[in-house]
């Protein structure tokens, strides 16, 4: 399964957030020079996550996004889910506009909704705050863990 860079993009602003000190406060700007990314595009990621709940915008002089709630309550799977538009694997995942002729005798599509959920059930698991790495030791994979997979 492959995120979109506008979900990446997302848990990229949310880490950068929780890592910062109370009050948490920063600009997009800020965030879009430290990652060297677009702030356009940031502007966009801001604007779903503020309407999603998971950030807080203030205008003006002084202003800036924070988290809406506090880090250890921002579940990683609620974030992919809110910011992916299509968890679609496969065609055959999106009934309406399957076409897939092999659907009657696949057991491929079984497999794959298994793989899905096991995949979501991990990010279940783990929060914004140990993703940030916020005084949580996750433990990581090993590099020939990682390339195995």
């Not at 700007?29 to 060297?36: R, V």
């Amino acid at each position: 399964m492959q995120l979109t860079q506008f979900t990446d993009l997302s848990l990229r602003l949310l880490m950068y957030l929780a890592r910062l000190p109370e009050p948490g406060l920063a600009t997009i700007s800020e965030i879009a020079d430290y990652h060297q990314i677009s702030r356009n595009h940031l502007v966009k990621v801001a604007n779903s996550l503020a309407n999603e709940g998971f950030i807080m915008t203030t205008r003006g002089k002084g202003g800036g996004i924070q988290l809406a709630r506090p880090a250890y309550a921002i579940g990683l799977g609620e974030v992919v889910r809110r910011t992916e538009q299509n968890m679609n694997l496969v065609e055959c995942f999106d009934i309406p506009n399957n076409h897939c002729r092999l659907i009657r005798n696949c057991f491929l599509k079984a497999t794959l909704y298994e793989a899905q959920r096991a995949f979501m059930s991990v990010l279940d698991k783990y929060t914004l705050a140990d993703a940030s790495n916020l005084g949580i030791v996750v433990d990581q994979p090993v590099v020939s863990e990682v390339q195995a997979l």
